[in-house]
């Protein structure tokens, strides 16, 4: 069993996903923190100043200055503002990953090969197939000119 484990871990495609994930998990944090820390901000003062951390709906009654307020004093909300900037984290995790997919799909695409000329050709008397490079047709045993 222990080697059949250890056959299993050293695939390739085992390690290459082990090596994906880990990259994958780096990356979304490297997209998180340009997210939260370069767009948000500007985005939040185009929209009115608005923070979009700090948008929530109050669902106990009192009234509370900011997100960390209300859930220090353990009040229940619906955090919008935190589901946003997680859809909007995730909309661009999407397209880099998109584009990443896109690039390497471009780098690793088989080169156009050229089209192959036919194998065969229909003789002109007869009109069966024979070999492209056929002086004399098999079928009815006509000569055949190279350019026909």
């Not at 994906?20 to 985005?43: N, Q, R």
């Not at 955090?79 to 690793?108: E, K, Y």
């Not at 695409?109 to 047709?137: F, S, V």
Request: with cysteine.
């Amino acid at each position: 069993m222990l080697k059949e484990f250890k056959a299993f871990a050293m695939k390739g495609n085992v390690l290459d996903m082990a090596v994906g994930i880990i990259i994958g998990a780096a990356f979304g944090k490297i997209v998180s923190s340009f997210v939260e820390d370069v767009m948000m901000p500007p985005l939040g003062r185009l929209i009115g100043h608005v923070d979009f951390s700090n948008l929530f709906i109050n669902l106990s009654g009192k009234s509370y200055e900011t997100l960390a307020a209300a859930k220090a004093a353990g009040a229940a909300t619906l955090n919008i503002g935190l589901f946003l900037n997680t859809v909007i984290n995730f909309v661009i995790v999407a397209f880099a990953v998109f584009l990443l997919v896109r690039q390497v799909n471009r780098w690793t695409a088989p080169p156009a090969a050229e089209a192959a000329p036919p194998a065969t050709r229909d003789c002109p008397y007869c009109l069966m197939a024979i070999p492209a490079k056929a002086g004399r047709c098999g079928h009815c045993t006509a000569q055949i000119a190279a350019g026909n």
